[in-house]
């Protein structure tokens, strides 16, 4: 079984940067897509950002556009999404998640997604 493990959330204000991580349990680096995703309360779980397996491509959400920037080390299983110039509406629980199908879809469906990390808290205060 994988687990994706996230931490670096926490409350900041708005304009400050925080950096986002998530391990997995076990070796990624052959064809997953990850993507990060967020919920705030009583909405919707919603599509950030997503990076294919070798990183030669990605996709942002376009609230997230210029401000987000979704990298991976395969050789230390994890991701990162670091986030700058962040804005009260980024407050939320953010999400890791794995898609283990082979190949270079950069999903933005939750439901396409295999494995989920636990969340981590992310608030920003204005």
């Known amino acids: 079984q994988v687990q994706l493990v996230e931490s670096g959330g926490g409350l900041v204000q708005a304009g400050a940067s925080l950096r986002l991580s998530c391990v997995a349990s076990?070796?990624?680096?052959?064809?997953?897509?990850m993507g990060w995703f967020r919920q705030a309360p009583g909405k919707e779980r919603e599509f950030v950002a997503a990076?294919?397996?070798?990183?030669?491509?990605?996709a942002y959400a376009d609230s997230v556009k210029g401000r987000f920037t979704i990298s991976r080390d395969n050789a230390k299983n994890t991701v990162f999404l670091q986030m700058n110039s962040l804005k009260p509406e980024d407050t939320a629980v953010y999400y890791c998640?794995?898609?283990?199908?082979?190949?270079?879809?950069?999903?933005?469906?939750?439901?396409?997604?295999?494995?989920w990390g636990q969340g981590t808290q992310v608030t920003v205060s204005s």
């Open positions: 076990e070796h990624t680096s052959g064809t997953w897509t």
């Open positions: 998640a794995a898609d283990t199908t082979p190949g270079l879809r950069l999903p933005r469906l939750p439901s396409l997604y295999d494995y």
């Open positions: 990076i294919s397996w070798l990183s030669s491509t990605t």
